[in-house]
């Protein structure tokens, strides 16, 4: 299938012994001039961009206490070497978290730390060279900023923090990466990663609710930039087209509409994703965020609501309250913002919605937690909740649900392999190594438990899962959305078709 | 006064000076820096209570490392608590009268230096042998360990080997506390270990050792989790902003 082999799935993990520079060859493309220069950044290398780099980072060490302080802190415990899924699958030494915190972080001492200026061999402090910009291109884009180093380091120390000040200092010289900058640059043009303009939305949405309809023979409404909305539903665009992403937001309106609440999508806020999180961009991060805020203004709705996004509710639930706030023109009786799964349970737990959980039983299910939901945000009051919520919503809607092994779920997740801006083609290898702790578990329930499906909330692990699960000798539709799992169990007021006459409902929470 | 005695009062005078300047330099550059965002590591307390409790677990059981590697924890355990025991029984060469407190561990004292040195042995053999914390260490991680091993190792000599005076030895350290400066004992193991005690004291505040400070700064531990605008916790109408970013809304 390429040229390179799939990792061997084992019946237990084994951490595995380092092979030195077996992933240097990873790199992904790199971004052109236009799109560098619509982010704020240099078309190309500058001439002095070792020095623009120094800089730079000095600068951030300035703006962000978490980069001072990890560059710092760190005592090489080893702690963190057998955390990271892409060391567990690629073997590489730099892949484990430290070690690809030290290639910032040598360069940090060679020029901010007094042990590094005068003694630079004695604390492993280099120069910054050609050579060492090649391995930050390369390693910090093997870094999916899924913070699982950050739960087991006995300092907190998060390399996604210093992956994130890596590539704005790349971006701040010129040396950007393709799939996020190119992506940003669609967000401010058009709206969404995906480039789908306005029309395009509007014929899908229409599309939807005929098949809905077809289906149900209900008239389900998925509506578009409707003023007077209570709820602005802002979701990933892959749920506008792609399986099985497209059945979560069938499920969504579904939802709402039980819930007998009025809402709409928005053309401009048509992108839950914030990619500027990815490169680290505090100043991109707003300006994609602020298009809600607008959004949100524009259609003068009381609530926002997102769908089923692992990295977009972090900056979602984390941030956006800081990069777009404050939200006092919304309604004060309710989070800003929720998730709709925070919005599902609540209805579910009132018993608005009609449940006929046998609709999903041909499926065995498992339930992926998506690193930055797991470890970066949370949902309903209590810490936890973002691991609670799901499967809660997924148990009043499936018969059949079993978890996989504790070390592998909750807070100490792996991430699928995608995420952190890795989601594209030119870094296949690495995703697919890099799925191997998610794809071990996985296969070890489907043989233990006869697990069939695996269910997750975020549109890149949805994408990811999809093409990674036949190198491992799985079917690509194992993955499915929480959300189309509700769809399928909800019955609709005055629904007709085969479930008619099936009315074992109400059986919720 | 000999040339000994000077040149040890002058070390510790400097050795003193460096360490609380460094260290107030970098506390100070840590609570100046600001955070911008809210990176808690969750699942995260809600309250400040809850935080105040997240960092007594992970100061004193190291409770993100226990999750992370057995061996690593206990040995750092051993090491740091032991040294924090050998630390206070120090303290009676700097108080007269001496605390009934420090008088009450002085025998525990002993057991903690053991304990220390084991802790420590066993942290440099994970360095030699297992493969990944092999290729993370540089020279300067195994110079650390072998200066706290001879801080711990002469320490002990005095102990069981060859015994020092300590009255002494204690008259020169009162001394240095309130200006009356007395002679310093000559044994050899005696000023190699208060030698060695200053080296550490001068590097601590450039080198990794200012993960102590590090700790209680850190935002993936030391933040609260509530960020978003929500009833009963955060005000609709407030933000989480670092004064640069505030900025930028103008």
């Known amino acids: 299938m390429a040229d390179f082999d799939t990792p061997e799935l084992k019946e237990y993990p084994v951490i595995p012994h380092i092979q030195e520079g077996v992933m240097a060859h990873s790199k992904p493309f790199v971004a052109k001039e236009e799109f560098q220069e ?55 030494p ?172 928005s053309s401009k806020a048509s992108e839950a994703a914030n990619f500027g999180m990815f490169i680290g961009s505090y100043e991109n991060m707003r300006r994609v965020s602020m298009r809600i805020r607008e959004a949100a203004l524009e259609l003068g709705v009381k609530r926002i609501i997102f769908g089923e996004c692992g990295h977009a509710w972090r900056v979602a639930y984390s941030f956006l309250n800081t990069l777009a706030g404050p939200f006092d023109f919304l ?179 | 006064m000999s040339f000994l005695t000077i040149t040890y009062t002058l070390l510790f005078y400097a050795a003193t000076a460096l360490l609380v300047a460094g260290l107030a330099r970098k506390i100070m550059q840590y609570a100046r820096t600001p955070a911008p965002l809210k990176i808690p590591t969750t699942p995260a307390p809600v309250t400040r209570t809850g935080v105040v409790m997240r960092m007594f677990r992970e100061l004193v059981f190291f409770e993100s490392l226990f999750k992370s590697n057995k061996w690593i924890w206990i040995f750092g355990w051993m090491f740091h608590y032991g040294m924090f025991l050998v630390l206070a029984r120090h303290l009676r060469y700097f108080t007269d009268p001496v605390w009934t407190w420090v008088d009450l561990i002085q025998p525990f004292g002993m057991y903690a230096a053991f304990a220390m040195s084991a802790g420590l042995l066993g942290l440099w053999v994970r360095r030699l042998v297992v493969d990944r914390v092999r290729y993370i260490t540089a020279l300067s991680d195994h110079l650390m360990l072998a200066l706290l091993f001879a801080i711990a190792g002469t320490g002990l000599m005095m102990d069981y080997v060859t015994h020092t005076d300590i009255v002494a030895v204690k008259a020169f350290f009162l001394g240095l506390m309130y200006f009356d400066w007395q002679p310093i004992p000559t044994d050899p193991v005696l000023l190699a270990h208060l030698g060695l005690v200053a080296t550490l004291m001068i590097i601590f505040p450039i080198s990794k050792l200012l993960h102590a400070p590090g700790v209680f700064f850190s935002p993936t531990r030391n933040q609260v989790d509530n960020p978003r605008a929500e009833p009963g916790l955060r005000a609709h109408n407030s933000r989480h902003i670092a004064p640069w970013a505030a900025e930028l809304d103008k």
Request: with cysteine; glycine share 8%.
């Open chain 1, 94 to 265: 730099k892949n484990m978290p430290v070690a690809r915190q030290d290639l910032f972080r040598k360069v940090y001492r060679r020029y901010f730390t007094f042990a590094g200026k005068h003694f630079p061999k004695l604390v492993g402090a280099t120069d910054l060279t050609k050579e060492v910009l090649d391995d930050w291109y390369s390693y910090f884009h093997q870094c999916s900023q899924c913070r699982r180093c950050s739960v087991y380091c006995p300092y907190g120390i998060d390399t996604a923090e210093i992956s994130m000040a890596a590539r704005e200092v790349m971006d701040s010289i010129g040396v950007g990466q393709k799939y996020c900058n190119e992506i940003i640059a669609k967000v401010y043009k058009i709206g969404n990663n995906l480039g789908l303009p306005e029309p395009a939305l509007a014929d899908t949405l229409e599309g939807l609710e005929e098949d809905v309809e077809d289906d149900t023979g209900v008239a389900v409404k998925y509506p578009l930039d409707v003023k007077g909305a209570d709820i602005l539903v802002v979701t990933p665009s892959a749920d506008f087209f792609a399986e099985p992403h497209v059945d979560g937001l069938i499920g969504y309106g579904k939802v709402f509409h039980e819930a007998g609440v009025s809402w709409t999508l």
């Open chain 1, 331 to 509: 309604d004060p009786k309710y989070p800003v913002p929720q998730h709709i799964l925070e919005f599902t349970w609540n209805e579910i737990q009132k018993g608005t919605l009609n449940i006929d959980k046998s609709a999903n039983d041909d499926m065995v299910l498992t339930f992926h937690d998506s690193c930055n939901v797991a470890r970066a945000s949370r949902m309903g009051p209590e810490p936890g909740g973002q691991f609670k919520i799901p499967r809660n919503v997924i148990k009043a809607v499936c018969n059949n649900f079993v978890d996989m092994a504790p070390e592998t779920i909750h807070e100490k997740t792996f991430c699928c392999g995608g995420g952190g801006g890795l989601l594209t083609d030119d870094l296949m290898e690495l995703r697919v190594k890099g799925a191997m702790p998610r794809m071990e578990a996985l296969k070890n329930v489907i043989e233990d438990h006869g697990v069939t499906n695996m269910a997750a909330i975020c549109a890149i692990c949805k994408s990811q899962f999809t093409k990674v699960l036949p190198y491992y000798g799985m079917d690509m539709d194992m993955i499915v959305s929480v959300h189309q799992l509700v769809s399928n169990a909800i019955v609709l007021t005055g629904q007709t078709g085969e479930d008619d006459e099936d009315e074992s409902a109400d059986d919720a929470a």
């Open chain 1, 38 to 92: 619509q982010l704020g950044f240099p078309g190309e290398l500058v001439d002095n961009w070792e020095q623009v780099a120094i800089d730079k980072m000095g600068e951030l060490t300035g703006k962000y206490r978490s980069l001072q302080v990890f560059l710092d802190s760190c005592v090489k415990c080893g702690a963190c070497t057998d955390k990271c899924h892409y060391y567990l699958g690629t073997t590489d």
